[in-house]
């Protein structure tokens, strides 16, 4: 593709192409510009380096988190939508995760869920500081909930690109995590579980978490909301 026909778009959606087959690391300037049919100096006239696109994929694909109307759903039900669009995004490009470990993101695409999930805690009644912290605490709990999955992504395509098999390195950790589990009692009698596979956990544990945490949050309103005890 000739440099004069590219455009930004092109590259940051053909990146986010990459970078979910390759994984963060196998992302290069060369690679893109082999799949957008040009050279990879012909990249470089609209983007600056590879962390400036890394910055823009990660941007680009926050546009994909659901954002439901506050006016027309209640604040739960809202807050619980856009934290499962959230774990899904994150689920269909791991690589972010890690990258959210290593940059700074900022633009359009973030700051509009950002600002959305404000508005949807504003709209249960926190004001202030507290929406900021009720909002903080959905999206660490979403981010902390999808990093086993993300390592192992990432673990899986670093290992097949130095030709080993990524396959029957985790089994051989998964041995050994079973022989070290036999004495510990509690762990003991779960090995059969499909919990204990690598990074695995019981089933709805995602839906588990996120219930628990709106619940504190729900009770917490409710506090403030009950008039002061005259005694």
Same mark, same amino acid.
Do not use: C
């Given at each position: 593709m000739p440099r004069d026909t590219l455009t930004r778009d092109q590259i940051v959606r053909t990146a986010v192409e990459l970078l979910d087959?390759?994984?963060?690391?196998? *992302?290069?300037?060369?690679?893109?510009g082999k799949r957008l049919g040009t050279v990879a100096t012909a990249v470089y006239w609209h983007v600056k380096n590879k962390?400036?696109?890394?910055? *823009?994929?990660?941007?680009?694909?926050?546009?994909?988190?659901?954002?439901?109307?506050?006016?027309?759903?209640?604040?739960?039900?809202?807050?619980?939508?856009?934290?499962?669009?959230?774990?899904?995004? *994150?689920?269909?490009?791991?690589?972010?995760?890690?990258?959210?470990g290593s940059y700074l993101f900022y633009g359009p695409g973030k700051a509009r869920h950002d600002d959305h999930s404000l508005a949807v805690f504003e709209a249960a009644g926190f004001r202030g500081a507290a929406a900021d912290r009720a909002s903080a605490?959905?999206?660490t709990y979403v981010l902390g909930n999808v990093l086993g999955m993300s390592a192992l992504d990432s673990l899986s395509k670093r290992l097949s690109r130095t030709g080993k098999n990524a396959d029957?390195?985790?089994?051989?950790?998964?041995?050994?995590?079973?022989?070290?589990?036999?004495?510990?009692?509690?762990?003991?009698?779960?090995?059969?579980?499909?919990?204990?596979?690598?990074?695995?956990?019981?089933?709805?544990?995602?839906?588990?978490?996120?219930?628990? *945490?709106?619940?504190?949050?729900?009770?917490?309103?409710?506090?403030?909301?009950?008039?002061?005890?005259?005694?």
């Open positions: 087959e390759e994984g963060l690391d196998g *992302l290069n300037m060369r690679s893109l962390d400036d696109l890394v910055l *823009l994929a990660g941007d680009h694909v926050w546009n994909e988190v659901e954002l439901p109307d506050v006016d027309a759903v209640d604040w739960r039900t809202a807050a619980t939508t856009m934290a499962g669009s959230l774990h899904a995004m *994150l689920g269909r490009h791991p690589w972010l995760v890690q990258a959210i605490a959905v999206f029957e390195l985790i089994q051989d950790a998964m041995a050994k995590a079973h022989d070290i589990a036999l004495g510990f009692p509690r762990l003991r009698t779960r090995l059969d579980a499909p919990s204990a596979e690598y990074n695995a956990a019981p089933e709805h544990t995602f839906e588990y978490g996120l219930r628990a *945490l709106l619940d504190g949050m729900e009770a917490e309103l409710r506090r403030d909301r009950e008039p002061a005890d005259p005694r």
